[in-house]
């Protein structure tokens, strides 16, 4: 059973750095293009990042980059977002997600 | 690419048929002949849940009322006999270009 949990989420000041992580399972993690999602309160989903087979192929959605970072560690079947700079708008659940599944997601509040 | 979905609500009866069309800008017709269209429901408290893959392909474990047609940039997710667990915000999304974009959702409701 694919499975995709996501933690790492909390509270940060604007300004912060959160690294967020996601434990796969279930599938081959090694063969299979990763993303990070998110979703605003009351928003609709967004991609924000995806990242290749083999972690050299990164991509990133306008809003994210320069900000956030994308990476995946086959070897123990975990894919990470380092969010650095973070805003007020980067409140959001984040998700991570196969095309044909999503986690269950981590809530990032910025807030002063 | 930006993708307009139509309508953005919609109330139905149970039983009765439900339609959502989804026009993209850009077509989703990759040169490898797949077209990267797809269709996600999310319901209250839930993440999204893929419904539709590629046009017309059910995602397993995803009943038969669902369907999936269209070509190019006019695609269409049928509901054949809404039930009261259809109940959510249902998107189009397209993967032809990366990142990849979701249309603005259509609310269904019974």
């Known amino acids: 059973q694919v499975q995709l949990v996501e933690s790492g989420g909390g509270l940060v000041q604007p300004g912060g750095s959160l690294r967020l992580s996601c434990a796969a399972s279930g599938f081959d993690f090694r063969t299979s293009p990763m993303y990070w999602a998110r979703q605003a309160p009351g928003k609709g989903p967004e991609w924000l990042a995806c990242i290749s087979e083999d972690g050299y192929k990164p991509f990133y959605g306008d809003s994210v980059k320069g900000r956030f970072t994308i990476s995946r560690d086959n070897s123990k079947n975990t894919l990470y977002l380092q969010m650095n700079s973070l805003g007020l708008e980067d409140t959001a659940i984040y998700y991570c997600?196969?095309?044909?599944?999503w986690g269950r997601g981590t809530l990032v509040t910025v807030s002063s | 690419i930006v993708l307009t979905q139509t309508p953005l609500s919609l109330s139905v009866s149970p039983g009765q048929p439900a339609s959502i069309s989804c026009k993209s800008s850009q077509s989703l017709l990759h040169s490898d002949g797949k077209t990267f269209m797809y269709w996600y429901v999310q319901k209250a408290g839930q993440s999204p849940q893929l419904l539709i893959y590629e046009v017309s392909n059910r995602f397993p474990g995803v009943p038969d009322r669902f369907s999936g047609s269209g070509s190019g940039t006019d695609f269409t997710l049928k509901i054949s006999r809404v039930e009261a667990e259809d109940v959510g915000v249902y998107y189009c999304m397209q993967s032809i270009n990366l990142p990849p974009g979701f249309g603005p959702g259509t609310r269904v409701d019974i």
């Open positions: 997600a196969r095309i044909t599944r």
